[in-house]
């Protein structure tokens, strides 16, 4: 037996995702979640952002993880009694993050646990369950949006990152 941790394969993670929904989504109802998110002018594009470069998934993953971490979920915002669901963001770019991938089934399964007290058959269930997945990280992520926008908001010219150093330096101090 090696002591050398086995790396996940980026073939045993798109085996996981072969029976996800094809496309993962945002509030399409919020203006400022949209342009956030928006694959001409959003953040992956600005020339100064913390995601600039990367791929939405990013952002997506960053915003489910404050609101997991604030423990908070929001469900889509309805405007004239209409939710807008934006799917744009491909899962197939998850099968080149597997650590993605890990965080939200983590993410999903300790919510099933913890917060519709779920017990352990019901737990092997959601595997077979991956919109439910999917959904559950799709709440977590419409509350935790709205502080990265934030986060993001408190950038200056000087220190375009300064709002994502409060924050982990606040989640430092916190452990």
């Known amino acids: 037996m ?7 394969d980026i073939k045993d993670t798109k085996r996981i995702l072969l029976g996800w929904p094809s496309k993962i989504a945002y509030d399409g109802n919020l203006d400022e979640v949209v342009s956030f998110y928006s694959k001409a002018s959003g953040q992956t594009q600005e020339r100064t952002s ?7 998934t990013s952002i997506f993953i960053y915003a489910m993880c404050l609101g997991k971490h604030a423990g908070l979920f929001n469900d889509y915002e309805k405007k004239d009694g209409k939710i807008d669901r934006r799917a744009t963001i491909d899962v197939e770019y998850f099968a080149s993050q597997p650590e993605y991938v ?22 092997l269930k959601l595997f077979d369950n991956p919109s439910k997945i999917v959904e559950i990280c799709e709440k977590y992520a419409n509350f935790g949006i709205h502080q990265l926008i934030k986060m993001n908001d408190d950038a200056s010219i000087g220190d375009p990152y300064k709002g994502y150093d409060e924050k982990i330096s606040d989640l430092l101090d916190e452990s």
Do not use: R, Y
Not at 2 to 8: G, Q, T, Y
Not at 50 to 56: R, S, T
């Open 2 to 8: 090696s002591n050398v941790p086995k790396k996940f």
């Open 50 to 56: 913390f995601f600039k470069g990367k791929k939405l």
């Open 102 to 123: 890990w965080m939200m089934i983590a993410t999903a399964f300790d919510h099933a646990k913890n917060v519709e007290d779920m017990n352990n058959d019901e737990l």
